[in-house]
């Protein structure tokens, strides 16, 4: 696929795909391109999972468990890959997941990350974890969400909402699987560490990867000073250099139900909770009033061995009905996005592929990946004989027999 300089996306010139990328072919191909570009320390924490990775790899196995029933003879030439959810209506049935330390591994990932999406239409996520400012972040991209690490007090969550509100978002994403920091000993293994430890080898792939060092690592330096976690809290967070970072990301264990409710009198606009993987957790959520599930074992890097939420989708779509179940976690096809709707779900979420993305070519790489998925996901439907998403069911599925 070429890109061409001259289209637009509404009053937007499509920044130009360098020509050296022009033979990234699909969403994986990316990871390989980034795997060159990057630091292995930094590769492998966007890259890697907890422990064992068994949840990491049950993500994409899971997928491999159904197989297309697809129809013939059908006219197949009106078909429309939007989707409407919360009231506005969406090109594609996918957005984009939250991801901490973007910056890190792309320049300015957020902001890139969020023009491509208000350009293809889709929705972007800002991670509470993000080295960008979610007023930043807002005014790239209005019609983002925001996903709240929510601070250990009562006091600091409401002025961490009141902070989110008064930049304008209107959805509010809570993640619910981060009680605890999980064990990343993939990323110590591979010399990364929060907080970000200077060393000899990570000097060394600096030198040796200087594309990322002079594109993502010095110009951040010299254009925006030391990267703090700015999104925690209503104040800005901890540089990434600071001892203080871990401590003060990972004070989440007296959350509970309550907090929920607090948040639910106070905000005005939908509410998605995320990590969600028991059915009985999802109804008590819905009860208390969330708008919306995103079923997530955070892509196999908190609780290994948890559940692939493509297995569990049917029973919360069941015990939830009225509202959007969600996905994300191992998505990386436009079959992949078409499973997950004919089980249930009425949208999905891609994270680690437009990390990688935005890595190697910035807004080009996010908008290529983004139009790359979107197609798959057109063709597809086309092979399947379905022109609006709403035909998908499970009738168009079968279990692989074991």
């Not at 072919?25 to 907890?50: E, G, I, K, M, T």
């Not at 080898?201 to 030198?207: D, Y």
């Not at 996010?366 to 979107?374: E, F, V």
Request: positive net charge; proline residues 5%.
């Amino acid at each position: 696929m070429t890109v061409n300089t001259d289209v637009l996306k509404g009053s937007v010139a499509r920044p130009a795909l360098p020509a050296r990328y022009a033979g990234l072919l699909c969403l994986d191909d990316f990871q390989a391109a980034a795997r060159r570009h990057l630091p292995s320390q930094v590769y492998s924490y966007v890259a890697d999972a907890a422990e064992t990775s068994s949840s990491h790899h049950a993500n994409r196995s899971a997928f491999s468990s159904y197989e297309f029933v697809p129809r013939v003879m059908v006219d197949i030439t009106q078909r429309n890959t939007g989707v409407t959810l919360f009231g506005r209506r969406w090109d594609a049935p996918f957005g984009i997941a939250p991801m901490g330390l973007l910056a890190l591994s792309a320049y300015r990932g957020d902001l890139a990350l969020a023009s491509a999406a208000a350009q293809e239409n889709i929705p972007m996520v800002v991670s509470g974890s993000s080295l960008i400012r979610l007023e930043d972040v807002a005014q790239a991209n209005p019609a983002s969400w925001f996903q709240a690490y929510l601070p250990g007090n009562d006091d600091g969550i409401m002025a961490l909402l009141e902070r989110v509100r008064a930049a304008g978002y209107g959805t509010l994403v809570i993640t619910a699987d981060t009680a605890v920091a999980a064990n990343r000993e993939n990323n110590v293994r591979a010399g990364f560490t929060i907080p970000v430890r200077p060393s000899v080898g990570l000097a060394w792939q600096g030198l040796t990867h200087p594309r990322w060092l002079f594109g993502t690592f010095l110009r951040t330096f010299l254009q925006h000073g030391m990267p703090h976690f700015e999104n925690s809290y209503a104040t800005r967070g901890a540089p990434i250099l600071s001892a203080n970072v871990e401590r003060s990301l990972s004070d989440r264990g007296h959350l509970n139900w309550r907090h929920l409710r607090m948040i639910r009198e106070y905000w005005n606009g939908p509410i998605v909770m995320k990590g969600v993987l028991d059915a009985r957790d999802a109804r008590i959520a819905v009860d208390a009033g969330v708008n919306g599930l995103i079923l997530s074992n955070h892509g196999g890097r908190q609780l290994d061995g948890a559940v692939a939420p493509l297995r569990v989708l049917p029973d919360v779509v069941a015990a939830c009905p009225e509202v959007p179940v969600m996905l994300d976690s191992g998505v990386r096809r436009g079959s992949d996005v078409l499973k997950a709707l004919a089980l249930g779900a009425r949208f999905v979420f891609v994270g680690r592929p437009f990390s990688f993305a935005a890595a190697v070519a910035g807004e080009a790489g996010a908008l290529h990946g983004i139009d790359l998925l979107k197609q798959e996901v057109s063709r597809n439907m086309a092979l399947m004989g379905i022109n609006s998403l709403g035909e998908l069911d499970a009738h168009c599925l079968r279990a692989v027999a074991r």
